[in-house]
């Protein structure tokens, strides 16, 4: 990884850490919302059919969210729809963490997902036109593995 990182410019390296810290922050509050479920059951009294239910929506949601990110990109500009999807995913997981009942988190995720969906439709696209031909798809896979650093994150209560 080294050789290629040393042979891109600042704007690819800038767009490579915003895109790798994106998808590792998706993948820490996923896996970190997998390790609460059983908290929320026992808090809350809801069924484990429900807390799926908040797992379901939030990848359901990230699907519109693509498709969001993506016209956005094309009307706001890349790294603009980037930002905005990662704002919105910022606020609707802080608001998600302090929410009182099970409507509520199951509506902030759905937000999540939205943000989060927009944020892989977005930065991917963006890399696609910021980074290099020659270095292209070993950035992509590089960000990629930003999904596993924020899984283990989370599993390690990052």
Do not use: N
């Amino acid at each position: 990884m080294r050789g290629w990182y040393g042979r891109i410019g600042r704007a690819e390296r800038r767009t490579f850490w915003a895109c790798f810290g994106g998808w590792a922050a998706d993948a820490m509050d996923m896996q970190t919302f997998g390790l609460v479920i059983p908290a929320l059951i026992a808090a809350w009294g809801v069924t484990r059919a429900d807390a799926g239910l908040i797992g379901g929506v939030t990848l359901v949601t990230s699907a519109l969210g693509g498709w969001l990110g993506g016209a956005l990109s094309d009307r706001l500009g890349r790294v603009r729809a980037l930002q905005l999807a990662v704002v919105w995913f910022a606020s609707a997981t802080v608001l998600a963490a302090v929410c009182q009942s099970y409507p509520q988190l199951l509506l902030l995720r759905a937000a999540q997902g939205l943000g989060f969906g927009g944020e892989w439709a977005a930065g991917a696209v963006l890399m696609a036109e910021v980074i290099r031909p020659d270095h292209r798809g070993k950035v992509l896979g590089a960000v990629q593995s930003g999904w596993a650093v924020g899984w283990g994150a989370g599993v390690a209560g990052v």
